[in-house]
């Protein structure tokens, strides 16, 4: 709740920290887990799922995301030197990965124009 009266939880990215807080602080409470010991909290990172506002998180054996979130987008139908072309997301397209991806990567580049 320190976080709310902060002012941590009325930005964007702040809704996004204190709902990841709070899913943890849930599953803290866990009786599997029996207190906050390392160990135990790595082995229970390790062996679950937790089930965010940026979907479905898994974690690896050596704490590393079990899948990457990391995307690559490329940028089409560019038109001249307009700013205002950028508030369509239809000119920010993601290309990998496939199950992200909103459109096919347009190779070589200059066809993407």
């Known amino acids: 709740m320190r976080l709310l009266a902060e002012g941590l939880g009325s930005t ?23 207190g906050l010991d390392d160990g135990r909290l790595g082995d229970y990172t390790r062996r679950s799922t937790f089930k ?22 490329q940028f089409q139908n ?21 199950d992200w991806a909103s459109g096919d990567l347009i190779y070589p580049y200059a066809n993407a124009r």
């Open 12 to 34: 964007r990215g702040g809704r996004t920290l204190f709902q990841g807080l709070s899913f943890a602080f849930e599953d803290v409470q866990d009786p599997d887990l029996q």
């Open 52 to 73: 965010t506002v940026v979907g479905d998180v898994v974690f690896g054996g050596h704490g590393e995301w079990a899948f990457s979130r990391v995307l690559q987008v």
């Open 78 to 98: 560019v038109k001249g030197h307009g700013v205002d072309q950028f508030k369509d997301p239809r000119t920010q397209v993601v290309v990998a990965p496939s």
